[in-house]
């Protein structure tokens, strides 16, 4: 193709590209590897673990994950802030402290009020801090043309981590250990993990805040969807936060229409970790052991899909590839809960995958296509709460739904919702945009 650079120059220019990243920048990528790694422990057995322990209903199992998750949702979006305010170093570590305390906490809890407590405190503390604070660090350390590749690194080093955690857990309870021993290794890892990040992970905090807050904010906000570098794009072209700029986004009813319409396959994705794991173990059969190689298949199947599928694809519509992706869900979730253990499961889990890679970033690449330039960085944040309540609420009304139409009845609704949805996301492409911007020029004259 003619203007099309040849594929070893573009190889060349990537590898000068991870060339050209610092070393704080490395050793900040090796240790989100070993603290998803560490977190792989235990994270995809959460939800039975604590069902187990308490002898609970998985009502009371979602309402514990997914409310304490929305009970804590504004400190998840304010983790830019903080770290921009306090410093890089001071919130990872608090991060990485919350995490570890929930999963040795969880190991020797035996009442409900201080499961409640170790969750919230993770849920608010642990892991959405962590993401903040990393990706503001990134962006201290790399300057603004290197840091797409930066964020892809950074991605692919918390896949790997996400691949290498429940593998490592699948084989040790193969091996004969048991759940609580798992959550206690993972607490004592990520502790562990403190040591080498204080000795040798300096703090980055920039001197210029405003610019800094700018960033944080934008990037922890693209975190939450999967899509960093849009993010940065939409954090840098964006106008400070105001009142009427956020009734200009509440008025565009298009946009509230999409985000209604995205909670369909984000009630799915929020079973992934809560209820499936629960059915595929007690009505499936399928052993502790081997869910934790299959979710570690699974983030394989995701992290070799993710570049190769958004090629692929980037020529249709995004509308189109939305409702292929609420479909993936519905199909590979809903599907799922009533497959045999074996080459079924995966199968679906692969389905599964292929949403996964379509839902992040063509949902974030929509979102930034649909805001004026000077209300990006709004549409944005109320994108990210929208994405986060979502997630929280599948595991809220999954858990309540469950208890009510045992596990192959949710899972049915589920993948009513994932085809809802594939046939929603296609009627909004022929919606013309309510023009906000209008509405925001004007009050900001006045």
């Known amino acids: 193709m003619i203007g099309t650079p040849p594929q070893g120059a573009i190889?060349?220019?990537?590898?000068?590209?991870?060339r050209a990243l610092p070393l704080q920048f490395w050793l900040l990528a090796a240790g989100s590897f070993v603290f998803l790694a560490a977190m792989g422990l235990a994270f995809p057995y959460t939800s039975m673990f604590i069902r187990?322990?308490?002898?609970?209903?998985m009502g009371i199992v979602g309402l514990i994950m997914g409310g304490s998750a929305l009970a804590g949702l504004p400190l998840q979006l304010a983790g830019g802030h903080v770290s921009d305010r306090f410093g890089r170093r001071p919130v990872l570590a608090t991060a990485v402290i919350a995490t570890a305390t929930m999963y040795v906490g969880l190991a020797f809890a035996t009442h409900l009020w201080q499961v409640?407590?170790?969750?919230?405190?993770?849920?608010?503390?642990?892991?959405?801090?962590?993401?903040?604070?990393?990706?503001?660090?990134?962006?201290?350390?790399?300057?603004?043309?290197?840091?797409?590749?930066?964020?892809?690194?950074?991605?692919?080093?918390i896949m790997s981590g996400v691949v290498a955690g429940p593998a490592l857990a699948g084989l040790a309870l193969a091996a004969g250990a048991s759940l609580p021993q798992l959550f206690a290794a993972a607490g004592v890892a990520c502790f562990l993990f403190?040591?080498?990040?204080?000795?040798?992970l300096r703090e980055t905090h920039p001197e210029h805040r405003s610019e800094a807050l700018a960033d944080a904010v934008a990037v922890a906000a693209a975190g939450a969807t999967g899509d960093v570098a849009t993010g940065l794009r939409a954090g840098t072209a964006?106008?400070?936060?105001?009142?009427?700029?956020?009734?200009?986004?509440?008025?565009?009813?298009?946009?509230?229409?999409?985000?209604?319409?995205?909670?369909?396959?984000?009630?799915?994705l929020g079973q992934l970790y809560t209820t499936f794991p629960?059915?595929?173990?007690?009505?499936?059969?399928?052993?502790?052991?081997?869910?934790?190689?299959l979710i570690a298949v699974y983030a394989i199947m995701v992290a070799t899909l993710q570049l190769p599928l958004v090629r692929l694809t980037r020529r249709?519509?995004?509308?189109?590839?939305?409702?292929?992706?609420s479909a993936c869900f519905g199909i590979g979730l809903g599907g799922a809960a009533f497959a045999a253990p074996g080459w079924q499961l995966v199968a679906l889990l692969g389905v599964l995958a292929v949403g996964d890679v379509l839902l992040s970033p063509v949902s974030s690449s929509v979102v930034t296509e649909m805001a004026p330039v000077e209300l990006r960085g709004r549409y944005v944040s109320v994108w990210t709460l929208v994405w986060m309540f979502g997630l929280s609420l599948g595991p809220t009304l999954g858990g309540l739904l469950m208890d009510a139409l045992g596990g192959r009845g949710l899972f049915g609704l589920v993948l009513a919702a994932g085809l809802l949805g594939a046939v929603?996301?296609?009627?909004?492409?022929?919606?013309?945009?309510?023009?906000?911007?209008?509405?925001?020029?004007?009050a900001k004259r006045g």
Not at 141 to 155: H, K, Q, S
Not at 194 to 200: D, E, K, R
């Open 11 to 18: 190889t060349q220019r990537v590898r000068r590209g991870l």
């Open 52 to 57: 187990e322990r308490l002898g609970v209903s």
């Open 116 to 157: 409640v407590l170790l969750v919230f405190c993770e849920r608010a503390f642990g892991w959405p801090m962590f993401l903040a604070s990393s990706n503001a660090m990134v962006a201290d350390l790399v300057r603004l043309r290197r840091r797409p590749e930066a964020y892809g690194v950074l991605r692919f080093a």
């Open 194 to 200: 403190l040591v080498p990040m204080l000795a040798f």
């Open 238 to 268: 964006a106008s400070p936060a105001s009142a009427a700029g956020y009734r200009a986004v509440f008025r565009d009813r298009r946009f509230l229409l999409f985000c209604a319409v995205a909670l369909l396959p984000l009630f799915c």
């Open 278 to 293: 629960v059915v595929a173990t007690t009505q499936l059969g399928l052993p502790p052991s081997a869910w934790g190689l």
């Open 316 to 325: 249709r519509s995004a509308m189109v590839r939305l409702g292929v992706a």
């Open 424 to 442: 929603a996301f296609p009627l909004l492409r022929g919606r013309r945009r309510s023009p906000p911007v209008l509405a925001f020029r004007h």
